[in-house]
């Protein structure tokens, strides 16, 4: 010990404050974590992917293929007008659209399948009532069914075929229509064939009336409030649509590449986006989550 050197002498000491840390932290049991209630962002780009029938893309592949066409779209308006300020304005939108897309192509199909989910639930429901064992109620509703589910039931009838194992092609369909009412009638199904019950009949038609009472209401809100949402929308492209049109007319965009002309247009984008999410935040609806993941 008389031999060792000021280095070894802090390394020594680091470990021993390092053991007895742990030996303390040790002593006191730590309270267990709180399931996620919320789903994250990534779980509502997955649904929201799934829902739209984007195959092959993961919420980070989106990121990057967003990232790329803006990176492209600000190369190719900067080479065109010369002015960066525009071409970063325009390569936000050009990241900005597929996200959009997204939103709006998962929106509309959810709009159809909340009409068409009571209409499959009395499908199963008949099937049941009728003695049709559950694997094959539910592989008849891809050829029965509504015509939005055909191709998810087909997949699970697929499945079934290709494993035997219903609950395992139950997960499959799960996450292949990534829809909370999927997820209820997936779990009652489920503890059907586990644990058997005549009453599932009952639960389902009883679904069914729930379902379609919550698609007129919806329906109906949704009709109301939509020339206000086409108007805030029309609101926000406007201003760039005529940017754009400035931009085919030579010079007439050299004033925006000074520090002013920057300033006006992120003013502007800035009041634009905030006022455009605030109106989606004050009339947005509430949206079934997903809790059975």
């Known amino acids: 010990m008389t031999g060792m050197g000021p280095m070894e002498g802090m390394l020594l000491g680091a470990l021993t404050g390092l053991g007895l840390a742990l030996v303390w ?5 730590r309270a267990p974590r709180a399931p996620r209630l919320r789903p994250s962002w990534s779980d509502r780009v997955r649904d929201d992917l799934a829902v739209a029938r984007w195959a092959g893309l993961t919420p ?3 990121v990057a293929m967003t990232a790329g066409l803006g990176l492209v779209v600000l190369v190719l308006t900067v080479g065109v007008t010369g002015v960066l300020p525009v071409g970063l304005c325009f390569g936000l939108i050009a990241a900005v659209l597929p996200w959009a897309a997204l939103s709006q192509t998962a929106a509309r199909r959810r ?3 909340r009409d068409a989910w009571p209409d499959c639930v009395d499908h199963v429901a008949s099937a049941v009532r009728a003695g049709m064992a559950l694997p094959e109620a539910l592989a008849q509703l891809a050829v029965r069914g509504p015509e939005e589910l055909r191709p998810a039931f087909a997949g699970f009838a697929h499945d079934y075929r290709a494993t035997g194992r219903f609950h395992v092609s139950l997960d499959a369909l799960r996450d292949r229509l990534a829809d909370p009412v999927a997820d209820r009638l997936v779990e009652s199904l489920r503890i059907a ?4 019950g005549s009453d599932l009949g009952v639960v389902l038609r009883t679904l069914s009336a729930f379902l379609r009472e919550e698609a007129q209401t919806r329906a109906e809100i949704e009709a109301r409030q939509s ?8 609101g926000l492209a406007a201003p760039w649509i005529v940017l754009a049109m400035l931009a085919t007319r ?5 004033a925006y ?4 002309g920057a300033a006006v247009l992120l003013g502007g984008g800035v009041i634009s986006v905030g006022a455009y999410l605030l109106m989606l935040r004050l009339g947005r609806l509430p949206r079934p989550e997903r809790v059975l993941r």
Do not use: H, I, K
């Open 257 to 260: 590449g000074t520090p002013t």
């Open 25 to 29: 932290d040790s002593c006191w049991p």
């Open 250 to 254: 030579g010079d007439s965009l050299t």
């Open 193 to 196: 064939r586990e644990v058997g």
């Open 227 to 234: 020339w206000t949402v086409n108007a805030a929308r029309l």
């Open 60 to 62: 980070w592949g989106l």
């Open 111 to 113: 709009s159809r399948l």
